[in-house]
């Protein structure tokens, strides 16, 4: 089933009218009309608040399959495609497993209160009634052995506080999609406000422990992408340093609607706003995937950053351009040719 197919199918099952679905998403119902028709095609952020609408899949939602049947019934979790996203564990469960671990460390504390309360009452009771050498000797290997215990449970109740204290961020270490990363530093940004022990989060060129500084690299973090997230530990075993990386990769087969639209629903005559939107989108896609793309400007012919930046310098506000792509073998755009008209 195509994508306009899709959409009509989905709208319908909301019980939805043209115009109702364009007011959830803030465009007009010609708009809506005219995807329904297969004449134009959302923006990658109106595929985004569609899945999230339809509780669907971007994926699901452009590839040319029937949407899963249950897919209303798990909103909670995103679908594996390819190698491209990791699935994401339910907040509820890990939430439930640091309850799991306050309540054993909670438990613990009552067993050796009671422990020292009995071995407090046995003295007592020894100093009144009096006791043989042999019985004090019995007595005292009796509190040695009791004590040894109490030595090793407060062990314990330590390596229960790192475990605590690392428990959720431990969750997310390794390959990781941009959602999950974002709920990794709003733990450290809560951790790092309640806490005296402070996590240190490394991103590209910062290095920060400060929260409104992590927020700021959380805006960097794209929603879809793949990341690597990596822990340092101090000397007690306590989380002390995060490090991301942004994992580059050649996009795969299924990616390839969501690589190309993000460019082609700019195709033909723009302004220059959006010519430098497009300028903006080839260089994070040089960044992010293996597969780049060329930008062609009048006697420019780039790839680099640096050049591409320049090509945006020299769009005029007041001009209006032609945009167009070409493609390699496996069907993904590799170059964008700009026009002055």
């Not at 909670?76 to 799991?100: A, L, M, P, V, Y």
């Not at 340093?241 to 639209?261: H, Q, S």
């Amino acid at each position: 089933m195509k994508f306009n197919e899709k959409l009509i199918k989905l709208r319908k099952q909301k019980g939805l009218s043209q115009e109702e679905l364009g007011y959830k998403l803030n465009v007009t119902r010609q708009t809506i009309s005219k995807w329904e028709l297969g004449q134009t095609a959302p923006e990658m952020d109106k595929l985004v608040e569609l899945s999230k609408l339809f509780d669907i899949s971007v994926d699901e939602l452009i590839n040319d399959s029937e949407p899963a049947k249950d897919i209303t019934n798990i909103p909670d979790i995103q679908k594996d495609t390819g190698n491209s996203h990791t699935i994401i564990e339910d907040t509820s469960i890990k939430k439930s497993k640091r309850e799991k671990t306050i309540i054993s460390v909670i438990v613990i504390t009552l067993i050796i209160i009671i422990i020292l309360i009995i071995i407090r009452f046995l003295a007592g009771f020894t100093l009144v009634n009096g006791m043989n050498n042999s019985s004090n000797s019995l007595f005292n290997k009796f509190l040695g052995f009791f004590e040894n215990i109490t030595n090793g449970i407060d062990d314990m109740k330590d390596n229960f506080s790192a475990t605590n204290f690392n428990s959720y961020i431990e969750m997310y270490k390794g390959t990781l999609v941009g959602s999950d990363v974002n709920s990794t530093l709003d733990e450290i940004i809560t951790s790092n406000k309640k806490n005296e022990r402070k996590i240190t989060v490394k991103f590209n060129e910062t290095e920060t422990q400060d929260p409104e500084e992590i927020k700021n690299i959380k805006k960097d973090i794209v929603y879809y992408d793949d990341y690597e997230l990596s822990l340092d530990y101090d000397e007690e075993g306590y989380i002390n340093k995060v490090t991301i990386e942004e994992l580059k990769r050649t996009p795969t087969i299924f990616d390839k609607a969501i690589f190309n639209m993000d460019f082609e629903i700019s195709q033909g005559s723009n302004v220059s706003s959006t010519v430098i939107s497009i300028l903006d989108k080839v260089v994070i896609s040089n960044k992010k995937y293996d597969k780049k793309i060329t930008v062609s400007y009048k006697e420019i012919e780039t790839q680099e950053e640096s050049d591409i930046i320049n090509i945006k310098k020299q769009i005029n506000n007041m001009s209006e351009y032609n945009i167009s792509y070409d493609y390699d073998e496996d069907g993904f755009i590799n170059k964008v040719t700009i026009i002055d008209l």
